[in-house]
């Protein structure tokens, strides 16, 4: 059976932001593209999502050649479709407007079935004071840990 504990995460998006809601989407992949996630070779750190012409699309997701393709290889930084309902993409678009809003990639892996699957969130900008907290929060967090094995 395949491997299926790809999974990649956008650690910075739980710095960056406040998570609102979570969805998860489907992409729209070419196959040398599926078979280097399936190679754990994609970088979501500097990845968006934005709409154009009614679909929401994912821009900057890096997911690096794949080392068996020939001239049918991918372009590495491409913008690729994000599969969802309508209902959630109105839903999506309308939130996604509002001042402040953005939607994020938080994960990229591979689902039961086989397919790449992206979990992405509307979320909220975070304030430099806000990120203080997360890391005070995070600190005290690990000084507990480190008490705690005492």
């Known amino acids: 059976m395949m491997d299926q504990n790809i999974y990649i995460k956008n650690k910075k998006a739980y710095f960056e932001y406040h998570i609102l809601d979570k969805y998860v989407a489907g992409i729209q992949l070419l196959g040398t593209e599926i078979k280097s996630i399936r190679d754990g070779k994609a970088n979501i750190n500097d990845a968006f999502c934005s709409f154009i ?25 491409r913008d690729r479709v994000l599969l969802l309902t309508k209902k959630e993409l109105k839903k999506l ?14 994960a990229l892996f591979i ?22 907290e997360t890391m ?15």
């Open 53 to 77: 012409n009614n679909q929401l699309y994912v821009r900057n997701l890096h997911i690096s050649e794949y080392s068996f393709g020939s001239f049918y290889n991918h372009e590495a930084k």
């Open 93 to 106: 678009r309308v939130r996604s407007e509002e001042k402040g809003l953005t939607i994020v990639p938080l």
């Open 111 to 132: 689902s039961e079935r086989g397919f790449a699957k992206l979990e992405i969130a509307l979320a909220q900008g975070k304030k430099t004071f806000d990120k203080r």
């Open 136 to 150: 005070k929060e995070r600190d005290t967090k690990v000084e507990m840990d480190r008490a705690m094995k005492r």
